[in-house]
Nanobody, 116 residues
Framework: QVQLVESGGGLVQSGGSLRLSCAVS????????MGWYRQAPGRQRELVAI???????NYADPVKGRFTISRDNAKNTVYLQMNSLKPEDTAVYYC??????????WGQGTQVTVSS
């Protein structure tokens, strides 16, 4: 069974930084895209950033220039470096990986809270 273990969330002041990590447990798993999503209270889950197996990245407009997604294929891990955080970035952040057969797997979520 594939498990995604997230870490790195927490409470930070506006303007601060956090780094999220998401490790995929099953190394024989053929991973394609890896991404981060977030869901704020009362809102739908939305894409934050995504990175392909080849390293191509795509960001949501609100985080462009502030967040950086990266991956370490040897460790089956995806990262999200979040700088210049704003209160509106407060949400539960989820990682998602897609395998070569387009099946999606989600992490359990990690809370990010940005105080003003």
């Amino acid at each position: 069974q594939v498990q995604l273990v997230e870490s790195g969330g927490g409470l930070v002041q506006s303007g601060g930084s956090l780094r999220l990590s998401c490790a995929v447990s099953r190394t024989a798993f053929s991973i394609d895209d890896m991404g981060w999503y977030r869901q704020a209270p009362g809102r739908q889950r939305e894409l934050v950033a995504i990175i392909s197996n080849g390293g191509r990245t795509n960001y949501a407009d609100p985080v462009k220039g502030r967040f950086t997604i990266s991956r370490d294929n040897a460790k089956n891990t995806v990262y999200l470096q979040m700088n210049s955080l704003k209160p509106e970035d407060t949400a539960v952040y989820y990682c998602k990986v897609q395998d070569l057969w387009a099946r999606n797997y989600w992490g359990q979520g990690t809370q990010v809270t940005v105080s003003s």
